[in-house]
């Protein structure tokens, strides 16, 4: 520092003598005075630069020279260092090929030994078969006489020997031979025969019975009969009785093919009671295959004999190795075929019904999920089905899998239920079905990939600690906390939360660690070398575990506690430590968890106690009501949530916490809920077995939030807990659609502003647009119509704004009936649930325009009809596209529409009307729910049974409702019988379109397409007209009424709709179907006709010159024709008299008459005449021929001729004239469907009312009409 100093004064003072120096030469110059002295310093300092540059690039380079060097150094560690991990890498890679090069030798080395051992075994087995086989047929040929004399013949002995047999066991197989060779059992052989059959044998007891029988076969000539009978009445199939004893069943057929197979029973003897017995338990078991263990233990002991049969390994192996396996001889290979195709056939079925029982499964599965998914719980029922179909299809499975093996086929792989991640609705958020994240998801469950290794990844203790520090704390000493599957959730929930309940205050005491017993302290002591330091160093050690405040900390404290201090009492003052963790200091809990985690694997107790502890703890708080010591409760249910997320805690026990919660959603327990949720919600969320359930109690939350007034602090506390867990959707922003500025403006009015109290002021609003504009007025009607973009209960206010729009744009109306009612079609045809809420609000839009008097109550009633009618098919058999057996919705847009304007059909026609809809919507309602499809499991739902029941009893309070399908179906055929007779009644001609069944018997006329549809139509008119005839007074009123107010209503009228005093809304005007014919220049002119025709209503006619003109030339015409009828000479009638009938059968012939007719007069044709003559009173006939070519034949045929064309071409006009009526007919009516109704508001030519008193101008105040 000195010297720095030095330096640095010594460079001021050089400084100063050059400044001097520089100063001196200054002035030197100035005076004019040359300075040698100047001169020479100047060419030092020049000298003392070029000496400092030169130094200083003497050090730039000495720099870049040891930066080259440092570099080539580390160039070369880093050469060297990649040759030494390249060396290793190749010395693990080789040490991993002669590693894995040493397995492979090891197992081929095994595989071939078993090999070798299995072909030693198969051929020490077949030799024996053989021996015994051979002997046994040599001796039935050629059997030693028995010498009686030396054997026993007590019936003692006998009878005990006998005995034996029935309870015979391998154990037994030296002492039964014995007395075997010392007994005469020449007497008893049919005991012994029917004891051998019916004892109740083992697996292992096989071999001992074949012994014995072979013994019995050789010693006695009639055993084998007699052994055969008793066999084939055991064995025998019978059809009507089932055997319930399959263990029997398949040691006596094993024994029974064994017996075969050692020639006890001759091949031709036994084989065909064999065959049957496998035909049998084969053909009758291909769907439910209980027989499935008798034919597998058959197939793995005696396949070898009677199939051939190799097992899959061995012939895998046999190929492998190049081995030949021995193969049995006893059958001949096309028998041994036969018998193998005939198991084969049973494992294709077996197959088929794995298949059937896995798609069952999965879809009780895939049930039980959308169950937890709507309702968070599962029914025990549900639960119990679910876990008998999974045992039983793994049972199955299992089977299938030895026969396949055993057969040398190839098993089947069963499909994966793929819709598991859609049905759960974790696909969205990047999860996989068993919680998996994906790679590049590490944002998914966890936050980054630095959270997610804090959480998931820990160090590998038992790879860095010797096992015998940890072989006595690896076995729990008690049943670690599992995860429960998440069908058995509710169940644990709901008993712990009754335990819980069922607590008081009193009994709850405070949760602590236990402390260390003394004999457990005594214990630590002897096994350690030194007492108290030992204490001394766990003190030390949990004394430091508040400083472990990272990850390679806390780590490190892993490995130390288990390294120093793994004992029972360590471990239970370490999880007495962990829980008494100060509750100021959260930050520690994530690290203790860690730790927690860590040794968990060596020492699970840990982990239990610490979470049994938690448990009570946390009990003991929700039970504790003072608001105090808030700190302690976030404590513990930070501590769940941190050992959630390190899956120490198990799930199902959190979700009961939070649940526990929920319950009393108060004070503390709202932040402990949030703290939870905040904690270790997000993981519940993300993982599948829980993310039903949280996602049910996170909405319960929110709920409760809304129902109850909780502190401002609280509900913000609320929402960033559910913020946190279920974070709104930020995905790609979907971009705004551009409107022009006029489109946004109409959109503000109709979809934000419009309510009750500004409707007015919308409309002058609305009338100031620019109503010229064809684009505009065309967006105008397009919102009008789109109604399901406003809000619900604005409908009706948009619905009043239409109607005060008429009265100054008529067309309005109709443009937006016409949208509206394309709308409802189009949502009956395309019928998905998306549009559910959208078809609603059209269907309520549709009932306010009603109310309003936009449309006529026809409308209303036609879109009821079509509601129940289109693509109804009312067969069960049939599937209907446009009303699936499932599809309700339809009756809720019903109820919808008669709740929105069906209490104005309450008098008139259309209370009439409502009443036959009525009927046809209950057969509907019937149909519907008479369906197979609802069951007890599935059953109709009682939302929509309450919701009809309520629609008709608000329209119709005494109406008695169908109670069945059955009563509907009279009742709509009582209503058709009698708007069929009234039909008829009216209008007879219909009698021919309208026949009763019981005339079936004539032929009936071919009625075309689109005849139904205009019968139908007339029978409504007809109903129609009736009911207006009937209530003539009642529309006489109303048109008094529409003819007087209806013109000047306006939107305050509007605002409250009613149709109790004008409930035909102006049908005198436009009655039924009528309306449609109605046009936009002459509509009020078939007014006036339709209302003279068809109501009778008196209306004042006005003279005019039209009608004068029209009268003159009528009376004009009139006298023409008489005139000119006077002028003519009337001519005489010819007269054509056809022959009587009676004259044709009784007229006798002559005998002349009687002799042509046997001759063909070919040359002379003649024509019969019959000559009519009178005498008095009595017509006499007779009979006269003329030629064929006379004049009066000629003249005659000439005139009927002349006659048949006049008919036929009268005939070919008729027929022209009724097919072009037809076709207009046909022309209007779907002219008359395909344009909307629309109302005359054209009145000007109708005499106005007249007030007696002088009622005020209308026009004089408001102003004149645009439009009447």
């Known amino acids: 520092?000195?010297?720095?100093?030095?330096?640095?004064?010594?460079?001021?003072?050089?400084?100063?003598?050059?400044?001097?120096?520089?100063?001196?030469?200054?002035?030197?110059?100035?005076?004019?005075?040359?300075?040698?002295?100047?001169?020479?310093?100047?060419?030092?300092?020049?000298?003392?630069?070029?000496?400092?540059?030169?130094?200083?690039?003497?050090?730039?380079?000495?720099?870049?020279?040891?930066?080259?060097?440092?570099?080539?150094?580390?160039?070369?560690?880093?050469?060297?260092?990649?040759?030494?991990?390249?060396?290793?890498?190749?010395?693990?890679?080789?040490?991993?090929?002669?590693?894995?090069?040493?397995?492979?030798?090891?197992?081929?080395?095994?595989?071939?030994?078993?090999?070798?051992?299995?072909?030693?075994?198969?051929?020490?087995?077949?030799?024996?078969?053989?021996?015994?086989?051979?002997?046994?047929?040599?001796?039935?040929?050629?059997?030693?006489?028995?010498?009686?004399?030396?054997?026993?013949?007590?019936?003692?002995?006998?009878?005990?020997?006998?005995?034996?047999?029935?309870?015979?066991?391998?154990?037994?197989?030296?002492?039964?031979?014995?007395?075997?060779?010392?007994?005469?059992?020449?007497?008893?052989?049919?005991?012994?025969?029917?004891?051998?059959?019916e004892a109740k044998l083992k697996m292992s007891d096989i071999n001992t019975a074949v012994h014995l029988c072979s013994l019995l076969h050789q010693r006695y000539h009639d055993f084998a009969s007699t052994l055969l009978e008793n066999w084939q009445k055991v064995l025998s199939p019978k059809k009507e009785e089932k055997n319930n004893n399959m263990s029997k069943l398949r040691v006596d057929l094993r024994l029974y093919a064994e017996l075969i197979a050692a020639g006890i029973f001759a091949p031709k003897e036994g084989l065909p009671l064999l065959g049957n017995v496998l035909t049998t338990l084969v053909t009758s078991d291909k769907e439910e295959h209980q027989n499935i263990s008798v034919l597998l233990t058959f197939c793995r002991h005696c396949g070898e004999d009677y199939m051939g049969l190799v097992p899959r390994k061995i012939r895998l192996l046999a190929d492998q190795f190049q081995m030949a396996v021995p193969k049995s001889e006893f059958l001949p290979r096309e028998r041994q075929k036969n018998v193998r195709q005939l198991i084969k056939d049973y494992f294709l079925s077996l197959t088929k019904h794995l298949f059937c029982d896995h798609k069952e499964l999965q879809h009780v599965e895939q049930q039980n999920r959308r169950l937890l998914q709507t309702r968070g719980e599962l029914s025990q029922e549900r639960v119990n089905l679910a876990e008998n179909l999974s045992a039983g299809l793994s049972k199955l499975l299992t089977n299938a899998q030895q026969m396949a093996e055993l057969l040398d086929e190839d098993m089947p792989e069963l499909p994966e239920d793929k819709s598991q991640g859609d049905d759960l609705g974790l696909c969205d958020m990047g999860i996989g079905e068993g919680g998996e994240i994906p790679e590049g998801g590490t944002a998914v469950l966890w936050e980054d990939d630095d959270t997610r290794a804090f959480y998931e990844n820990f160090p590998e203790l038992k790879a860095l600690i010797p096992s015998i520090l940890y072989s006595d704390s690896e076995k729990p000493t008690a049943v670690p906390a599992e995860e429960a599957p998440a069908e058995e959730v509710d169940e644990t929930l709901e008993e712990e939360e009754l335990e819980v309940m069922e607590t008081t205050e009193e009994d709850v005491e405070e949760v602590l660690p236990p402390e260390l017993p003394p004999e457990e302290e005594q214990d630590d002591s002897l096994t350690s070398t030194g007492p108290s330091s030992n204490k001394v160093l766990l003190?030390?050690?949990?004394?430091?575990?508040?400083?472990?405040?990272?990850?390679?900390?806390?780590?490190?404290?892993?490995?130390?506690?288990?390294?120093?201090?793994?004992?029972?009492?360590?471990?239970k003052k370490l999880v007495r430590a962990l829980f008494l963790v100060p509750r100021t200091r959260l930050d520690l809990l994530p690290f203790y968890s860690r730790l927690v985690a860590t040794l968990q694997p060596l020492m699970p107790d840990l982990a239990t106690d610490l979470v049994n502890m938690l448990k009570q703890d946390f009990k003991y708080q929700v039970r504790k009501k003072d608001q105090i010591n808030i700190e302690s409760k976030i404590k513990v249910v930070r501590f769940i949530g941190e050992l959630v997320k390190f899956r120490v805690f198990p799930r199902s026990e959190a979700l009961l916490c939070l649940r526990m919660l929920l319950q009393d959603f108060n004070h503390h327990h709202i932040e402990m809920a949030c703290n939870l949720l905040e904690t270790c919600g997000r993981f519940l969320y993300r993982i599948p077995d829980s993310h039903h359930r949280t996602k049910i109690y996170l909405e319960q939350m929110m709920r409760k939030k809304t129902v109850k007034a909780f502190d401002p602090r609280y509900n913000t506390m609320i929402e960033n807990a559910y913020f946190y867990v279920n974070p709104p959707d930020t995905g790609p922003e979907t971009t705004k659609k551009e409107r022009p500025t006029i489109h946004q403006y109409i959109r503000k009015l109709l979809y934000n502003d419009l309510c009750k109290s500004?409707?007015?002021?919308?409309?002058?609003?609305?009338?100031?647009?620019?109503?010229?504009?064809?684009?505009?007025?065309?967006?105008?009607?397009?919102?009008?119509?789109?109604?399901?973009?406003?809000?619900?209960?604005?409908?009706?206010?948009?619905?009043?704004?239409?109607?005060?729009?008429?009265?100054?744009?008529?067309w309005v109306g109709p443009a937006v009936v016409d949208g509206i009612l394309e709308e409802i079609r189009l949502g009956l045809e395309v019928n998905h649930p998306k549009y559910n809420q959208r078809r609603v609000a059209a269907v309520k839009y549709l009932g306010e325009l009603y109310n309003y008097r936009v449309i006529e109550s026809t409308i209303i009633f036609k879109v009821l009809y079509l509601f129940c009618s289109f693509g109804v098919l009312f067969d069960p058999n049939i599937y209907s596209e446009y009303d699936p057996p499932e599809h309700l919705f339809r009756l809720r847009l019903v109820c919808t529409l008669l709740e929105t304007c069906g209490q104005f059909f309450s008098s008139g026609s259309s209370k009439r009307r409502l009443d036959c809809f009525l009927i046809y919507f209950q057969h509907y309602y019937q149909y519907k729910k008479s369906l197979s499809i609802w069951?007890?499991?599935?059953?109709?739902?009682?939302?929509?049974?309450?919701?009809?029941?309520?629609?008709?009893?608000?329209?119709?309070?005494?109406?008695?409702?169908?109670?069945?399908?059955?009563?509907?179906?009279?009742?709509?055929?009582?209503?058709?019988?009698?708007?069929?007779?009234?039909?008829?009644?009216?209008?007879?001609?219909?009698?021919?379109?309208?026949?009763?069944?019981?005339?079936?018997?004539?032929?009936?006329?071919?009625?075309?397409?689109?005849d139904n549809?205009?019968?139908?139509?007339?029978?409504?008119?007809?109903?129609?007209?009736?009911?207006?005839?009937?209530?003539?007074?009642?529309?006489?009123?109303?048109?008094?009424?529409?003819?007087?107010?209806?013109?000047?209503?306006?939107?305050?009228?509007?605002?409250?709709?009613g149709r109790n005093t004008m409930e035909e809304e102006g049908e005198g005007v436009l009655t039924g179907d009528a309306e449609d014919d109605i046009g936009d220049d002459d509509g009020e002119m078939l007014g006036d006709e339709i209302l003279e025709g068809d109501m009778k209503v008196n209306v004042k006619h006005v003279d005019c010159e039209e009608d004068t003109d029209f009268m003159s030339a009528f009376d004009r015409m009139m006298a023409d024709s008489l005139m000119e009828r006077a002028s003519t000479v009337p001519r005489p009638g010819q007269l054509d008299i056809s022959v009587p009938v009676h004259v044709k059968s009784t007229a006798k012939k002559t005998y002349d008459q009687l002799l042509c007719e046997g001759t063909e007069e070919e040359n002379k044709p003649v024509v019969n005449f019959l000559l009519m003559t009178r005498s008095g009173n009595k017509q006499q006939y007779n009979s006269v021929e003329m030629p064929v070519d006379s004049e009066l034949v000629t003249k005659l045929r000439t005139r009927e001729e002349a006659e048949r064309a006049e008919k036929e071409k009268v005939k070919r006009m008729t027929l022209e004239i009724n097919e072009r009526q037809e076709e207009e007919e046909a022309a209007e009516i779907m002219q008359q469907t395909q344009r909307p109704a629309t109302m005359n508001f054209n009145r000007d030519r109708r005499p106005k009312y007249q007030h007696p008193k002088g009622a005020p101008d209308a026009d004089l105040i408001f102003g004149p009409k645009k439009i009447r």
Not at 122 to 149: I, S
Not at 542 to 549: F, G, M, R, V
Not at 551 to 556: G, V, W
């Open 1 to 197: 520092m000195e010297g720095g100093k030095g330096e640095r004064r010594g460079g001021k003072s050089w400084r100063k003598e050059r400044e001097e120096r520089e100063r001196k030469r200054s002035s030197s110059r100035l005076v004019g005075f040359p300075s040698k002295d100047g001169e020479e310093k100047k060419e030092d300092s020049g000298k003392e630069r070029q000496a400092f540059e030169s130094q200083r690039q003497d050090e730039i380079d000495k720099k870049k020279a040891e930066e080259e060097r440092k570099k080539k150094e580390e160039e070369e560690a880093a050469a060297q260092a990649k040759q030494e991990e390249e060396e290793q890498a190749r010395k693990r890679e080789e040490e991993e090929t002669r590693r894995r090069e040493e397995e492979e030798m090891k197992k081929r080395e095994e595989d071939r030994n078993f090999l070798l051992s299995y072909i030693q075994e198969a051929e020490e087995r077949l030799a024996k078969k053989a021996e015994l086989r051979l002997q046994n047929l040599a001796m039935a040929k050629d059997r030693p006489e028995l010498n009686t004399a030396m054997l026993d013949s007590s019936l003692k002995k006998n009878t005990a020997f006998i005995k034996k047999l029935k309870n015979l066991t391998e154990s037994q197989h030296d002492s039964l031979i014995r007395d075997l060779q010392s007994l005469n059992l020449t007497k008893y052989v049919s005991e012994v025969a029917q004891a051998v059959v």
């Open 539 to 571: 003190d030390a050690f949990l004394s430091a575990l508040p400083n472990c405040i990272n990850r390679d900390l806390i780590d490190n404290a892993a490995m130390d506690f288990c390294l120093r201090f793994n004992t029972k009492p360590s471990r």
């Open 758 to 810: 500004n409707t007015e002021k919308i409309l002058r609003q609305m009338r100031k647009m620019h109503w010229e504009d064809p684009p505009t007025v065309s967006y105008i009607v397009k919102c009008l119509t789109a109604v399901w973009n406003a809000k619900f209960y604005n409908i009706r206010c948009i619905a009043n704004l239409v109607a005060g729009l008429i009265s100054h744009h008529d």
């Open 935 to 1010: 069951n007890e499991e599935h059953e109709f739902p009682w939302q929509i049974e309450h919701l009809v029941r309520d629609t008709i009893s608000a329209v119709r309070p005494k109406l008695q409702l169908s109670s069945s399908l059955e009563e509907a179906q009279k009742a709509v055929q009582h209503l058709n019988n009698q708007i069929v007779s009234k039909a008829i009644e009216q209008v007879p001609s219909l009698r021919q379109y309208l026949q009763p069944e019981e005339e079936s018997e004539a032929l009936h006329t071919i009625i075309e397409e689109g």
């Open 1013 to 1057: 549809s205009q019968v139908v139509e007339l029978e409504g008119d007809i109903l129609e007209d009736m009911e207006d005839e009937e209530d003539f007074e009642e529309v006489e009123g109303e048109l008094d009424w529409s003819e007087s107010h209806g013109d000047s209503l306006t939107p305050s009228q509007h605002s409250q709709p």
